[in-house]
């Protein structure tokens, strides 16, 4: 899978969302006000649309881009990215 090649990085990023969460988590639970609950929320949303963007540019460069796919294989790409945006869009 070529995202093994980005494997790492991918998940320091994913690990760092986690330790947003948890200082969500802890806000909540400290009552902390609202502010500040919500700019740690917003610092978790940024983050993973972060990751979703990089993830989308490696899969368009991989699945639609690349040169030597076949159509079928560039539809195939397309449509799964399609899904995934309507997903998110949701």
Do not use: F, W
């Amino acid at each position: 899978m070529h995202l093994s090649e980005k494997r790492q990085p991918l998940l320091n990023r994913v690990r760092r969302i986690a330790g947003q969460l948890e200082a969500v988590e802890r806000a909540l639970l400290e009552e902390a006000d609202c502010a500040t609950t919500l700019q740690r929320v917003a610092a978790v949303r940024g983050a993973v649309n972060g990751l979703l963007d990089e993830i989308v540019a490696d899969h368009l460069q991989e699945h639609v881009a690349r040169p030597g796919l076949s159509d079928a294989e560039r539809a195939a790409g397309a449509g799964e990215l399609i899904a995934v945006i309507r997903r998110y869009s949701n």
